[in-house]
């Protein structure tokens, strides 16, 4: 059984910084794509950010220049360092995970601001 299961939400003030990390569990090896949607009150899920298992990125243009994800091939885990963060960055965050098929986490939620 695989699991994706993300950490890291947490409530900051604009201009702060946080990373989230996601790790996926079981009997897996050699994912595909890994990388992070969010999904803010009222809209729909977004792209923001993937990453190949060669390790190249991609971004949504909002997050360029202030959000980096990494991965770590060996312990299945990708990781997302959101700098500069904004109100607008406020949503819940979920992890997914390429393998045949997508694999979702449950998501956490990233408050910026009061």
């Known amino acids: 059984q695989v699991q994706v299961v993300e950490s890291g939400g947490d409530v900051v003030q604009p201009g702060e910084s946080l990373k989230l990390s996601c790790v996926v569990l079981?009997?897996?090896?050699?994912?595909?794509?890994m990388g992070w949607f969010r999904q803010a009150p009222g809209n729909e899920r977004q792209l923001v950010a993937s990453?190949?298992?060669?390790?190249?990125?991609t971004y949504v243009d909002s997050v360029k220049g202030r959000f980096t994800i990494s991965r770590d091939n060996v312990e299945n885990t990708v990781y997302l360092q959101m700098d500069e963060l904004t109100p607008d960055d406020t949503a819940v965050y979920y992890c997914?995970?390429?393998?045949?098929?997508?694999?979702w986490g449950k998501g956490t939620l990233v408050t910026v601001g009061s």
């Open positions: 997914y995970a390429e393998w045949g098929r997508t694999y």
């Open positions: 079981g009997s897996i090896f050699s994912i595909g794509d």
């Open positions: 990453i190949t298992n060669r390790g190249t990125p």
